[in-house]
């Protein structure tokens, strides 16, 4: 019984040295600082830790920020209209020849390598948003799917290119090519 009384002592007392530790936000002056104690007063003050090193990284500063505005705008709308108009007609004549059971496509480029070539990696990058737009899925796993080449080539005109899309069969071999010429800007 003894020990009973004792244990029922100590959680009392336990409970009233744990809640004297905790900051009342009754009477604080302003709705402002209750709601940053109310965030920051989960436990009592003896366990609290005030730091002020920010939680992510500063700003970038000026310079980078303004290097990275995109200035002209009208000439990036026009490179992107061109290159759309052209990729859209080129699948447009390549759709006959896709499988239409949803089998997956999977597209490279035989440019110079997408990494060193900015006109494949232009037309890599339209070439798959319209295919998506289309319904078709795409696939980056090696031997999956149907696979599809595609590569951009200058002509002697200035502007002017071709841009072509080939199907291959499992053997690698070309079964059906579709070229399209495109004016892109430079």
């Given at each position: 019984?003894?020990?009973?009384?004792?244990?029922?002592?100590?959680?009392?007392?336990?409970?009233?040295?744990?809640?004297?530790?905790?900051?009342?936000?009754?009477?604080?002056?302003?709705?402002?600082?209750?709601?940053?104690?109310?965030?920051?007063?989960?436990?009592?003050?003896?366990?609290?830790?005030?730091?002020?090193?920010?939680?992510?990284?500063?700003?970038?500063?000026?310079?980078?920020?303004?290097?990275?505005?995109?200035?002209?705008?009208?000439?990036?709308?026009?490179?992107?209209?061109?290159?759309?108009?052209?990729?859209?007609?080129?699948?447009?004549?390549?759709?006959?020849?896709?499988?239409?059971d949803g089998t997956p496509l999977n597209l490279t480029s035989t440019g110079a390598g997408l990494a060193a070539d900015v006109d494949n990696t232009a037309l890599d990058h339209y070439l798959r948003q319209s295919l998506i737009q289309r319904g078709y899925n795409l696939t980056t796993v090696p031997d999956a799917g149907l696979h599809l080449t595609h590569k951009v080539q200058k002509t002697k005109t200035p502007r002017t290119y071709n841009i072509s899309v080939t199907i291959l069969d499992a053997k690698g071999k070309p079964v059906h090519t579709e070229t399209v010429p495109a004016v892109l800007p430079e």
């Open positions: 019984m003894v020990t009973n009384r004792f244990f029922l002592l100590l959680s009392t007392c336990t409970a009233l040295l744990t809640l004297s530790a905790c900051t009342t936000v009754d009477t604080v002056p302003n709705d402002t600082v209750r709601s940053t104690m109310l965030s920051t007063q989960s436990m009592g003050k003896g366990y609290r830790y005030q730091d002020s090193t920010p939680l992510s990284s500063p700003a970038p500063s000026s310079p980078w920020v303004k290097s990275a505005v995109i200035k002209d705008t009208e000439k990036m709308a026009t490179s992107t209209a061109a290159w759309q108009g052209a990729v859209y007609e080129l699948v447009a004549q390549l759709e006959p020849n896709l499988p239409k």
